[in-house]
Structure formats: structure tokens, C-alpha cells
């Protein structure tokens, strides 16, 4: 099983059927497996906190949402992260495509890549790091009660060089 197959039937097994993303190249063959699932409403966005408060609203709506976005998306989320999704306990995917680590050929990127972890720690959220399709899966399959066990987003960090 591929990354892309082994995160969309994560996505699918979880109950995920709501899904925002925020365009990124590397995650652009699951972008493509998820407009063709009619199960799943997909909703592109230009902004990542604009992603999150649409997931809030799908939650509210009786949806299960995921965000797919790149790292660099992280900091432009940060205040919906913490004081809405943490605030009101809203369990929340993100996938991220973790630009920046080994295998980057954009020099730009590495800051953010080696801070991501650092900066969801500081938030006090949960992540995991998958170094194989198999790993992908398994830490896709816990994530959603993990997020609403913790009442806090729960990240999907995935390197380039799994990719």
C-alpha cells in the first residue's frame, strides 16, 4: 500500500467525511482521491484558520472533519487552533505535508520544518510522524478518538522523503 492509499482508507475507516484543504502539491494525488468519493464533502480553501472554522461548523453539523494543508499552514492557524477548536474541545484531523525535513529542495522551508514539532508540543498537541505507508495508516486509525479524547486537533506529519 501507498502513502496516498494507506492515508485515504485511514480517512475512510476513522469516518471521515468531511475534508478542507488547503492546496499543496504533495498531497495533490489524495486531493484527487477525494474529490472522486462522493461520501466526502470537500471544501477548498485559500487560508488555513479559514479551514479550521469550517471544520468547527461541519463538527457542529454532525460531520467528522480533517484539514489537509502543509506544515507552513501551521502558523498561520495557531489563535483558531487554540481558541476555538481547544477552547470548545472539537476533534479535529490534520494531515500535513511536512516540508522542510530531510529531502527538501526548497532551502525556505526548513525553518518551519524543523519548528513544526516543536511549536505543536507547545501547543500541547498530539502528532504523530509515520515513517511508513503501514505506520500511516495505523496512526491515521487512532487519531479521531485520540482527538476527542484529548478535546484538541491531532496532527498527521508526513516527510517528503515517504512520499
Known amino acids: 500500500m501507498d502513502s496516498t492509499i494507506a492515508i485515504y482508507k485511514g480517512l475512510k475507516d476513522i469516518g471521515i467525511d468531511f475534508i478542507v484543504s488547503v492546496p499543496c502539491v504533495n498531497l495533490s494525488k489524495l486531493l484527487n482521491k477525494i474529490n472522486e468519493d462522493e461520501d466526502i464533502i470537500h471544501v477548498p480553501v485559500t487560508r488555513e484558520e479559514e479551514g479550521i472554522g469550517i471544520c ?5 453539523g454532525g460531520k467528522r472533519p480533517a484539514i489537509l494543508m502543509q506544515n507552513s499552514g501551521l502558523g498561520n492557524s495557531i489563535n483558531a487552533l487554540k481558541s476555538l477548536t481547544e477552547l470548545y474541545e472539537f476533534p479535529l484531523i490534520m494531515v500535513m505535508s511536512h516540508r522542510g525535513t530531510d529531502g527538501e ?12 514539532p516543536k511549536i505543536l508540543d507547545a501547543m500541547n498537541f498530539k502528532y504523530f510522524k509515520p515513517s511508513n505507508p503501514e505506520v500511516t495508516y495505523d496512526n491515521i486509525c487512532k487519531s479521531w478518538d485520540l482527538s476527542v479524547e484529548e478535546g484538541k486537533p491531532v496532527s498527521i506529519l508526513l516527510e517528503i522523503k515517504y512520499w
Open 56 to 60: 468547527a461548523g461541519a463538527y457542529l
Open 105 to 116: 529542495n526548497i532551502c525556505g522551508q526548513v525553518p518551519m520544518g524543523v519548528s513544526t
